[in-house]
């Protein structure tokens, strides 16, 4: 199997607009890496644009095992959602989610029309933001004895590992931060230290 060490996302928020017939679509894309997440920027976009019609959006979170959502938000089936979520796809981007309000304009669009509306809303706030490669990070806990505490520094220092948080009494804890194209590194050299306890987070 393939192994990801990197994916792309945006840096921050960015905001996008298309208008057709009198209708005005505001897109917002932002980094974004679960559904918690995702449904607070929602409801603050919900009460920043409390006249428009409509809140249709996507997202997709993960680096192998997607976790994608699409919702019309009361629009035909398929005539929002979908084509934000087409874009995310089509640009390669992960941990992102992408709404977009519509103000009404008096005038239907038809489905064709608002595929296109959503989509060119999603695509001009990706291309408004900015696309970065991001490496993928890995987490573990190690719990050892304090004679080892040398040892477990050197393997450390090595690969540029972060220390997230250590606790240095009898029995030492560190959760360690470091990237994930050197997880199988430092694992076996940890594992070849005795007493030293790995578990990954």
Not at 41 to 59: F, G, I, P
Not at 68 to 97: K, M
Request: net charge neutral; glycine share 6%.
């Amino acid at each position: 199997m393939e192994e990801f060490y990197t994916y792309k996302t945006l840096t921050n928020l960015s905001e996008g607009l298309y208008k057709e017939k009198g209708s005005k679509f505001i897109s917002f894309a932002t980094p974004c890496y679960n559904e918690l997440e995702a449904k607070e920027y929602l409801n603050t976009w919900k009460k920043e644009n409390h006249q428009a019609r409509h809140l249709c959006y996507a997202y997709r979170f993960g680096v192998t095992n997607f976790t994608t959502r699409a919702n019309d938000d009361g629009e035909p089936s398929n005539s929002a959602g979908t084509p934000i979520l087409g874009q995310i796809q089509s640009f390669e981007l992960t941990n992102v989610l992408i709404g977009v309000v519509r103000y009404f304009g008096g005038t239907k669009l038809g489905v064709g029309g608002l595929i296109t509306a959503y989509k060119t809303a999603a695509k001009d706030a990706i291309e408004n933001g900015k696309i970065i490669e991001k490496e993928l990070e890995s987490f573990i806990e190690l719990n050892f004895p304090y004679e080892k505490l040398p040892n477990v520094m050197s393997i450390l220092k090595n690969i540029e590992a972060q220390i997230k948080t250590q606790d240095f009494n009898l029995h030492c804890r560190m959760e360690i931060q470091f990237s994930k194209s050197k997880e199988h590194i430092i694992l076996n050299n940890l594992k070849n230290i005795s007493l030293v306890e790995i578990k990954l987070l």
